[in-house]
Nanobody, 115 residues
Framework: QVQLVESGGGLVQPGGSLRLSCAAS????????MGWYRQAPGKQRELVAV???????SYKDSVKGRFTISRDNARNTVYLQMSSLKPEDTAVYYC?????????WGQGTQVTVSS
């Protein structure tokens, strides 16, 4: 089972930026779609962005134009560049395959947007 480790979260002011990274213990290869998910306190986990094996990206409406997902298959790493952050983006962010694999959830990385 591929293990995924997220990093790059932190505390940032509204309007700020963060870049999240997701390193895989095994190959994510070019045949797997990968996604970033988030879970805010008291809410269900939701899909934020997906990148296909071909590099096409899609986003949750509320993050379009502000978040960019990318991948480096040679490094087995997926990234999420977040800009113009809002308090409602506060959540624990996770990466996983798309659709997600139950055994591949990592610990996530906390993103807190607050002044």
């Amino acid at each position: 089972q591929v293990q995924l480790v997220e990093s790059g979260g932190g505390l940032v002011q509204p309007g700020g930026s963060l870049r999240l990274s997701c390193a895989a213990s095994g190959s994510i290869s070019s045949i797997n779609d990968m996604g970033w998910y988030r879970q805010a306190p008291g809410k269900q986990r939701e899909l934020v962005a997906v990148i296909t094996d071909g590099g096409s990206a899609s986003y949750k409406d509320s993050v379009k134009g502000r978040f960019t997902i990318s991948r480096d298959n040679a490094r087995n790493t997926v990234y999420l560049q977040m800009s113009s952050l809002k308090p409602e983006d506060t959540a624990v962010y996770y990466c996983n395959f798309a659709p997600p694999r139950s055994g591949s959830w990592g610990q996530g990385t906390q993103v807190t947007v607050s002044s």
